[in-house]
Each structure stands twice: as structure tokens, then as C-alpha cells.
């Protein structure tokens, strides 16, 4: 099974860098071209970006806990739900406070999962992980590249607004700042991992901030989430399932990691009829459109997401 495992990692790194190189590249073609692009079609590009992501964290109630005493799977199950709704119900209400939030959680969270990858594939190859302190220096330039730099994009503002209005102005008069301050400690942080010869740690810093440089910001964030973030995250969930377990132990890899995407496709019919259902039925809070009913779903299951693979990314870390 480790060599199939390995072949799963491999494959989906691979993957992620193509994703990531074909949008950069793409968008220069454009940037000589002077041509741009309009922000609906930046808006339908983010949706199919969280859509692709969605399924990654829909099958947490089949890793975090056994599904025998059932007594205790029903309890996890409702505290999830129950964390999620109060979660949704915050961000709804304190749209921008929320907002601000969750950003900080999300890049801590992509960040360690992330490093939490590259640690898991080291140990199904056999290699030795990496120091504590290059995972760090990694993870924190990681997690807050792909969201702070599009936040902060002077193109940003229109994005936002269509998004929701209150968050167009979302860091305040430190937006400048908070741009200035990741750029400069991407670039020491890929400096130093360079130094340490850690250059599978500093070459994927580096396509992260020419991505959120180059792409428009909905585009680059949704690229990272659905191509990057997402599929590194379910390569990790096949030593965890067991279907895909089985056919990794069989060689199987490809359906190994077919068999970790499953079980989490009935979310993404779920998640659209819940975000249709909360734009049309609560306008109050959800009348800018589907895009912003889509991603307070999303960032209200990412809270017991985050809190349920937490452990499993120190796990790896510590490891």
C-alpha cells in the first residue's frame, strides 16, 4: 500500500502545480493580450472552484470517530451540525467581523494542512519529515498567501462588493500594510527554505504568490481552493478510509483516490439547494446573490471542518 500511497501524493502535487501554472500562465497570455476578464465570469469561475472544493471536508464524520457506540456518533454528528449553524448564523449576522474571522482561520488552516501533506507523504515514502521550524515557515506564508494577496489586490474592491457590500472595505485603511507584510515574509521565509534546502517547500511558496499576484483575485482563490487546497487534503484521506485503503493496499491509486472523492459528493447538491434555499428565502442577510450564500455555507462548515482535522494535522506535524 505505501507505494500506492506514494503514487497518490505524487499525483496530486503534480496535479495541484499544473492547476496553478496553467491559471498563471493563462492570465499573463491575457495581461499581454490586454485582455480582461469581466467579473462574472470571475464570479461563475469562484463558484466552480468551491464546488470542486466542497466534497475535501464533507466525509468528516467518517474519519474523526468510529460509527460504533452509535450513541456517540450521533452526538459527534450533532455537535458538528450545531457548531456549523451557530458559526453560519455569526458570519450572516456580523458579516464583516465574521468575515475578518474566519480569514485568519482559514489561512492557519490551509497553511498546516498543507505542510500536513507533505509530512504524511514524506512518512508513506519512508523519508524522514521535515523539522517542526521549515514546516512552520512554510505553513504560515502558505495559508495567508493565497488569501491575504487576493484580499488586498487593488482589484479586489469591485469583487467584494458584488460579493457583499460590507466587505469591500474589509481591512480598512491597513490594507497596504497587510499586503507589504505577507509579500515580505513570503519572501524570507522562501529565502530561508532555500537556504535549508528545502525546495519542494520554497518552489510551491513561490507558485502560491505568482498566482495571487497574476490571477484576478475571485480566480486565484478559487484555483487554490478547489485545485490545491481541496485535492491535497483528499489525497490525505485515503490511508483514512477504508474502501480506498483497499484498493491502495491492491496498488490501485487512481481508484484509491476515487474512492476518497465519493463519499462526499452528495455535499455539493446539498450545499447548492442550502445556498439557493438561504438567498431566496432570507434576503436580509443573503440578497447579494448565490456566490455570497455559497461561501457563508462553506466558511460555517469550515469552522467544525477545521476543529475536526486539527488533530490530525498535528498528528502529522508532530509526527
Known sequence: MRDALVTVYSR?????????????????????????????????IALIGLVIGIPHGAIDHLISIPSKPRSRFILYISAYVAIALVAGWAIATWDLRGFQV????????????DAAFRNEWRSAAGIQKAPWYLESLYAL???????????????????????HATLE????????????LTLTLSGIAILLLLTF??????????????????????????????????????????????RAREFAAQGQGSRALLAAVTPGLYAVAGSAAIALGLMLFDRRHFSSG???????????LTVPHMLSTSRFDLRAIRR
Do not use: C
Not at 26 to 40: A, D, Q
Not at 102 to 113: D, E, K
Not at 169 to 180: C, D, P
Not at 200 to 213: C, E, G, H, I
Open 169 to 180: 472595505g474589509w481591512a480598512g485603511s491597513q490594507s497596504h500594510l497587510l499586503r507589504n
Open 197 to 242: 534546502k528545502s525546495y519542494q517547500f520554497a518552489f510551491d511558496l513561490f507558485l502560491l504568490a505568482t498566482l495571487s499576484l497574476i490571477a484576478p483575485p475571485l480566480v486565484a482563490f478559487a484555483t487554490y481552493f478547489g485545485f490545491w487546497h481541496a485535492a491535497r487534503h483528499t489525497a490525505r484521506l485515503v490511508p483514512k478510509l477504508p
Open 12 to 44: 496530486i502535487e503534480r496535479l495541484s502545480r499544473v492547476a496553478i501554472i496553467a491559471i498563471i500562465l493563462l492570465f499573463t497570455l491575457l495581461r499581454l493580450m490586454r485582455v480582461e476578464l469581466n467579473l462574472s465570469a470571475q464570479v461563475i
Open 141 to 163: 506564508p502558505a495559508g495567508f498567501l493565497p488569501v491575504l494577496l487576493p484580499l488586498t489586490d487593488p482589484r479586489a474592491g469591485d469583487a467584494l462588493h458584488r460579493i
Open 102 to 113: 474566519i480569514l485568519i482561520m482559514s489561512s492557519l488552516h490551509f497553511g498546516y494542512g
Open 290 to 300: 448565490l456566490l455570497w450564500s455559497a461561501l457563508v455555507l462553506i466558511w460555517a
